[in-house]
């Protein structure tokens, strides 16, 4: 089983839609919980981090199930831009990180 | 602010060859990384060092060396290329117990 799951994708919203990411993590000792995006052939960079009471960037909502061990991203307003990869991303111990293998998302005018 | 350089972008080697991929970091980072990205299997740590003087092995450190040359500098070492080792190579920095890693744009490595 891998550490950090993610569905692969990929999800085809319209602009203007509301689109939610799940992620499963393995490892009940994870510490810390991050969402990052990566746009086509560019380095990923940090999206928000997950705190266990939840929290909102904007647009972007972030939420945490420790004892389900389960992480969700929820974007409203799709904006064309909002289109890229979207990484799930624990942390078990210090400064090592846990990558999933990314939700596309892809947003149609 | 160049935050985490990487050289070269782009790079084609002979199986056999060997190459070294050079990283810099401006933000005063103690701890930095290396990974490789692949389709479908993500991110992956090669080699990490969380000071200067120290590093270690990470999910697939086979064929590759490290060294991580002053606080600044970390670089990775293909002494003797692989088609298996045709990928994205990332390499990273974070300040110590952040969490947040700043990525490179990366390396495009493909092995003939």
């Known amino acids: 089983r891998k550490e950090v799951e993610q569905d692969p994708g990929p999800f085809n919203v319209p602009e203007g839609a509301t689109v939610a990411f799940n992620c499963t993590y393995s490892n009940s000792a994870s510490q810390s919980f991050f969402w990052y995006r990566q746009d086509c052939r560019k380095e990923p960079k940090l999206l928000m981090s997950v705190y266990s009471s939840g929290n909102e960037d904007g647009r972007f909502t972030a939420q945490l199930n420790r004892a389900s061990q389960y992480i969700s991203l929820l974007i409203r307003d799709s904006k064309l831009s909002d289109s890229a990869t979207y990484l799930c991303?624990?942390?078990?111990?210090?400064?090592?990180?846990?990558f999933g293998t990314g939700t596309r998302l892809q947003v149609f005018p | 602010n160049a935050g985490v350089t990487q050289t070269p972008k782009f790079q084609v080697l002979k199986t056999g060859q060997s190459m070294t991929l050079q990283c810099a970091q401006d933000m005063n980072h103690n701890s930095m990384y290396w990974y490789r990205q692949d389709p479908g299997m993500g991110l992956r740590l090669i080699y990490y060092?969380?000071?200067?003087?120290?590093?270690d092995k990470g999910e697939v450190p086979n064929g590759y060396n490290v060294s991580r040359l002053n606080k600044r500098e970390f670089s990775l070492r293909l002494e003797s290329a692989a088609p298996s080792q045709t990928s994205v190579y990332f390499c990273a920095s974070s300040s110590t117990g952040t969490g947040t890693q700043y990525f490179g744009p990366g390396t495009r490595l493909t092995v003939l």
């Open positions: 991303v624990v942390n078990f111990y210090t400064d090592k990180l846990i």
């Open positions: 060092s969380a000071s200067e003087g120290t590093t």
